[in-house]
């Protein structure tokens, strides 16, 4: 069996953003939302373009959770512009929507949400991919994935391609100094769950081991510190680095269960990625490990990271999610859904529209504790009141 481990070229450092000058090219499009248009961030990438006698537009038209409909629009901007370059700079909404635009520009036909890894798309004859992250979370700058919302129905699909690893991938700490606490918290912790679950995916690998366990260490030390200090530019460019390593993570080897519950509550309650993902987590350790040795090992060898020395794998991963709990608490991120101010009637209204979009992601093929709609409701259930898991 053949394995890949694909990343995009990463630059990192004080410089970062210096790589623009080699670039070689001459139309850049600049693909981003209005929030982070207007904290200049767009115009400071131009100029340097500019400079260079490129000609480049901005098209800030991104919305949080970006909807097939977006990315068809974004795409549209691209085929009347024609730019050899693309440039995403934001969070994970403006990368996913750069680059499935960019899948639509070079080849207009793409279903987006019947892509497989397998298909050919042959992009690249038109242009290439810059990613300049503004969260430090997603990791998508470094992944072969796209997370998309149906226009009709709302679901939030995920799929992926190998060639829509972005080719460039910016870490600069000053494009997410801007970001806000609550935000600053939920991406870290979108970090965090990428690198676990990338450690405990059934499609695991030894590359994408290596990205997670460091990972990890470095959400636990530095997301705190980014959190207290909004504007230290270290603990910034260590969440950056992190969450670029959890995203060669995942991206090599997928995500799991949290990511199935979490991509159903950002359909369903249109909570935060980072927030929903992060909430689940916890009670996916817990249901993972039961009676089962191997993924508790493994969630002890992440506990490890983060000095739980514990030898009994069952034990050691309990106190993991136990630790996550309270980074999340430390961080200010809601651990129930009544922390999260989600009431009841309209959990309970939703209920079954979690699970069974929860029942239709992706993600879910890859966990190793197979599971079914009444587990997951369940799941959800023990998450409604912050219960721990024990079934
Ligand atoms: N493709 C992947 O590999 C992958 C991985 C994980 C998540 N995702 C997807 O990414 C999306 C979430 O991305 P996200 O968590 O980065 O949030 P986001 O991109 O939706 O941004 C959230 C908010 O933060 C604002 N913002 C972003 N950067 C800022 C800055 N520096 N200063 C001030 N405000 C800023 C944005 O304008 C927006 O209002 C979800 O759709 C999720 O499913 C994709
Ligand atoms: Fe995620």
């Given at each position: 069996m053949v394995w890949w481990f694909s990343v995009p070229k990463i630059v990192f450092g004080?410089?970062?953003?210096?790589?623009l000058e080699l670039i070689q090219g001459k139309k850049a499009i600049i693909i981003t939302d209005k929030i982070v248009n207007g904290l200049g961030l767009a115009e400071r990438v131009s100029d340097i373009l500019c400079e260079k006698q490129w000609s480049t537009a901005i098209w800030d038209g991104v919305v949080s959770d970006p909807k097939v409909s977006t990315v068809k629009e974004a795409a549209e901007a691209m085929k009347q512009f024609g730019p050899d370059w693309i440039i995403a700079i934001g969070g994970g909404s403006a990368m996913d929507t750069a680059k499935a635009a960019w899948a639509l520009y070079e080849?207009?036909?793409?279903?987006l949400e019947a892509?497989?890894?397998?298909?050919?798309?042959?992009?690249?004859?038109?242009a290439r991919l810059v990613c300049i992250p503004t969260?430090?979370?997603?990791?998508s700058e470094a992944t072969k994935a796209i997370v998309i919302r149906d226009d009709e129905t709302g679901r939030k699909f995920a799929t992926i391609n190998?060639?829509?690893?972005?080719d460039i991938a910016i870490l600069d700490p000053s494009f997410v100094v801007g970001l806000p606490k609550e935000l600053t918290a939920y991406t870290g912790l979108d970090a965090l769950v990428h690198a676990t679950e990338g450690y405990i995916s059934?499609?695991?690998?030894d590359f994408s081991d290596g990205c997670s366990l460091e990972a990890v260490k470095m959400v636990f030390k530095w997301l705190p510190v980014s959190v207290a200090d909004l504007t230290n530019l270290e603990a910034r460019e260590k969440m950056l680095v992190a969450a670029c390593l959890a995203g060669m993570s995942f991206g090599n080897s997928q995500v799991a269960l949290a990511h199935s519950l979490g991509h159903s509550m950002g359909s369903?309650?249109?909570?935060h990625h980072g927030l929903s993902v992060g909430m689940a987590l916890p009670y996916t350790i817990e249901f993972n490990c039961t009676n089962n040795n191997q993924c508790a090992s493994q969630y002890a060898e992440l506990a490890r990271m983060i000095?739980?020395?514990?030898?009994?794998g069952v034990k050691a991963s309990l106190k993991f999610a136990e630790a996550i709990r309270d980074l999340m608490g430390v961080v200010g991120s809601p651990r129930s859904f009544s922390e999260a101010g989600v009431k009841k009637k309209d959990f309970k209204a939703g209920l079954e529209k979690l699970v069974e979009f929860a029942m239709m992601?992706?993600?879910?093929?890859?966990?190793?504790r197979n599971t079914d709609s009444n587990e997951i409701r369940k799941i959800y259930e023990y998450m409604y009141d912050g219960k721990v898991i024990d079934f």
């Open positions: 004080d410089d970062a953003l210096s790589e080849k207009p036909g793409v279903q892509l497989t890894p397998f298909d050919i798309l042959g992009l690249r004859v038109k969260t430090a979370g997603t990791g190998p060639e829509l690893v972005p059934v499609w695991k690998n369903v309650l249109r909570l000095g739980i020395t514990l030898k009994d992601d992706s993600s879910l093929t890859m966990n190793p």
